[in-house]
């Protein structure tokens, strides 16, 4: 009878390491996954409308055409993840909208600089959004986050680290840290873009804008990751 419980228990032991090794190649599976997903949105939203500026100016394309058909050639992107998610991301819409309005004021204007700002108004407003949801329960780090959690620990997980928002002061504070500085830095970001747009060279700009966007987000992933780590924020 012992050895029969022995062996059940065993056997027990061995089906709960195996349901988490199995739960932590799936987390695994899921990060590589963001990463894959994060490497398509930098070669889609920054690498394609930059090559396709560049490509049309050396064709002899006005700088006009370049930078309008450039910021063109990321709406299939756009559109292409709407319709994989079966859904309308307001994000999506609001760059799409963005991209309209800047072409007709391009057009009506006729200056290529108006089209070069409309990256500034996108991360102006999201910025100021981001510094907004500071005077809500519930600040965007905490919404940003969970989907996050949920891909590595589960929606049990998720939901129990959520619940510290309630119970512990320390876990808010850091949350709300951690949404102040990324809302600040689009916000500058936006405010530094739109001086590159007005007093570089028209050529320069979606070179030297693409460039201050990359150190910008990676200044932002360093501290927000040793942030995190730090706090005891990381699951």
């Known amino acids: 009878m012992r050895g029969t419980a022995v062996v059940r228990q065993g056997k027990r032991i061995e089906a709960d390491q195996a349901m988490t090794?199995?739960?932590?190649?799936?987390?695994?599976?899921?990060?590589?996954?963001?990463?894959?997903?994060?490497?398509?949105?930098?070669?889609?939203?920054?690498?394609?409308?930059?090559?396709?500026?560049?490509?049309?100016?050396?064709?002899?394309?006005?700088?006009?055409?370049?930078?309008?058909?450039?910021?063109?050639?990321?709406?299939?992107?756009?559109?292409?993840?709407?319709?994989?998610?079966?859904?309308?991301?307001?994000?999506?819409?609001?760059?799409?909208?963005?991209?309209?309005?800047?072409?007709?004021?391009?057009?009506?204007?006729?200056?290529?600089?108006?089209?070069?700002?409309?990256?500034?108004?996108?991360?102006?407003?999201?910025?100021?959004?981001?510094?907004?949801?500071?005077?809500?329960?519930?600040?965007?780090?905490?919404?940003?986050?969970?989907?996050?959690?949920v891909a590595k620990i589960g929606e049990a997980g998720a939901v129990e680290w959520e619940s510290r928002w309630d119970r512990e002061p320390a876990f808010r504070r850091h949350i709300r840290v951690i949404t102040a500085v990324w809302g600040a830095g689009f916000t500058l970001d936006a405010g530094v873009r739109v001086v590159l747009a007005y007093t570089l060279p028209v050529d320069a700009v979606p070179a030297v804008s693409t460039a201050q966007w990359l150190a910008v987000l990676a200044g932002l992933l360093v501290f927000h990751m040793r942030y995190v780590t730090r706090h005891g924020l990381k699951v």
């Open 21 to 149: 090794d199995a739960e932590r190649l799936e987390r695994q599976r899921k990060t590589a996954a963001m990463r894959k997903h994060l490497a398509r949105q930098l070669v889609f939203e920054l690498g394609v409308p930059l090559a396709g500026y560049y490509g049309l100016r050396a064709a002899g394309a006005s700088e006009w055409l370049a930078v309008a058909a450039g910021g063109l050639l990321i709406v299939p992107w756009l559109v292409h993840g709407m319709v994989k998610q079966r859904k309308v991301e307001v994000l999506g819409v609001f760059t799409l909208s963005i991209m309209l309005i800047g072409a007709l004021m391009s057009m009506v204007t006729g200056d290529p600089r108006v089209l070069l700002i409309r990256d500034s108004w996108l991360g102006g407003v999201l910025g100021l959004w981001l510094l907004g949801t500071l005077a809500t329960r519930r600040p965007f780090m905490l919404v940003a986050a969970r989907s996050v959690v």
